[in-house]
């Protein structure tokens, strides 16, 4: 069993920032890919971005030169600092862990998300 716990989210105005982190914890082996996603109302889930085991890391268009992902292979943990947040940014956003639990088995894991608003 794998849990996720994000902290991080909040309110603020449009050119303010956040930063996100997400723990994991559990019967851990080894940590793959690491990522945020969001969804806002009516809308589909988002990758917002990526990093893999190596730190290659990777943007959606609409957060590029604004977010940074980092993560702390050690600790299990990933962030993602954003910075000059926009309205259209307001989301829930859900961190992934790509586990694998023992050398065999492998999983997808979810956090419980954390809500985001940027106000105008």
């Known amino acids: 069993q794998v849990q996720l716990v994000e902290s991080g989210g909040g309110l603020v105005q449009a050119g303010e920032s956040l930063r996100l982190s997400c723990a994991a914890s559990?019967?851990?082996?080894?940590?793959?890919?690491m990522g945020w996603y969001r969804q806002a109302p009516g809308k589909q889930r988002e990758l917002v971005a990526d990093?893999?085991?190596?730190?290659?890391?990777n943007y959606a268009d609409s957060v590029k030169g604004r977010f940074t992902i980092s993560r702390d292979n050690g600790k299990n943990t990933v962030n993602l600092q954003m910075n000059s947040l926009k309205p259209e940014d307001t989301a829930v956003y859900y961190c992934?862990?790509?586990?694998?639990?023992?050398?065999?088995?492998?999983?997808?894991?979810w956090g419980q998300g954390t809500q985001v608003t940027v106000s105008s």
């Open positions: 559990g019967s851990i082996f080894r940590v793959n890919a």
């Open positions: 990093i893999t085991s190596d730190g290659s890391t």
């Open positions: 992934n862990f790509r586990v694998q639990t023992t050398i065999l088995r492998r999983g997808d894991y």
